[in-house]
Nanobody, 126 residues
Framework: VQLQACGGGLVQPGGSLRLSCAAS????????MGWFRQAPGKERKFVAG????????YYIDSVKGRFTISRDNAKNTVYLQMSSLKPEDTAVYYC????????????????????WGQGTEVTVSS
């Protein structure tokens, strides 16, 4: 199983970025997908998750209204559209796949995800 994330970069406060994560090696549509981030010197934290069919989505409070997670099961890809970016959003962003297929809820702890992308760095600075 491979997850390939891309789309990070340097952006000014208030700007936007779109992260993508392409998956291969397992039946993508059978798994909840999540995005996590890890700021310098801090632990990796959950940001957003999306159910297999996209019908249920969960965000941490600090990104609600600014970030949008989506998925295209035909392309085996999950996205994270980030808008109104703030300096505190600066981090390495990781996509991840739930370790259990057909789970009925979105899990937010890192140990419930078994495959991870390589990370894409997002820097919000003027």
């Amino acid at each position: 199983v491979q997850l390939q994330a891309c789309g990070g970069g340097l952006v000014q406060p208030g700007g936007s970025l779109r992260l993508s994560c392409a998956a291969s090696g397992r039946t993508f549509r059978s798994y909840v997908m999540g995005w996590f981030r890890q700021a310098p010197g801090k632990e990796r934290k959950f940001v957003a998750g999306i159910m297999r069919d996209g019908a249920m989505i969960y965000y941490i409070d600090s990104v609600k209204g600014r970030f949008t997670i989506s998925r295209d099961n035909a392309k085996n890809t999950v996205y994270l559209q980030m808008s109104s970016l703030k300096p505190e959003d600066t981090a390495v962003y990781y996509c991840a796949s739930d370790r259990r297929p057909f789970r009925a809820n979105i899990v937010t702890t890192a140990d419930e995800y078994d495959y991870w992308g390589q990370g894409t760095e997002v820097t919000v600075s003027s």
